[in-house]
């Protein structure tokens, strides 16, 4: 078994997104956008049509998935960590900007 994490984002899913694609080398892959909801009670506010429903990102040999908090059915995370692990000090280094 492999889990999964999934972070919610409160309407910043794309910032953070970009940030793991800019910074973690992280591919972004199955994009749903939440104009792209099922109409009924998963339909997303139209403010909302922008965010994201569901993002699906490779970050080496892991994934994480990702949405903004589009029906607002519980609070949306205050918080998160991911936990990095390099091979050597030099990747960690080169990933990170660090001398």
């Given at each position: ?43 997303a506010p139209e403010a909302k049509n922008d965010w ?33 692990i390099y091979r050597t000090e030099a990747e960690a ?7």
């Open positions: 078994m492999r889990p999964t994490p999934y972070r919610f984002c409160d309407g910043d899913c794309a910032d953070a997104i970009a940030f793991y694609q800019e910074r973690l080398g992280a591919e972004a892959r199955e994009r749903l956008p939440a104009s792209a909801t099922p109409p009924g009670e998963m339909t994201v429903m569901r993002r699906r990102l490779s970050l080496g040999e892991g994934e994480i998935m990702m949405s903004d908090n589009l029906v607002e059915t519980g609070d949306a995370m205050a918080g998160c960590s991911v936990s990095l280094r080169a990933v990170f900007g660090a001398r």
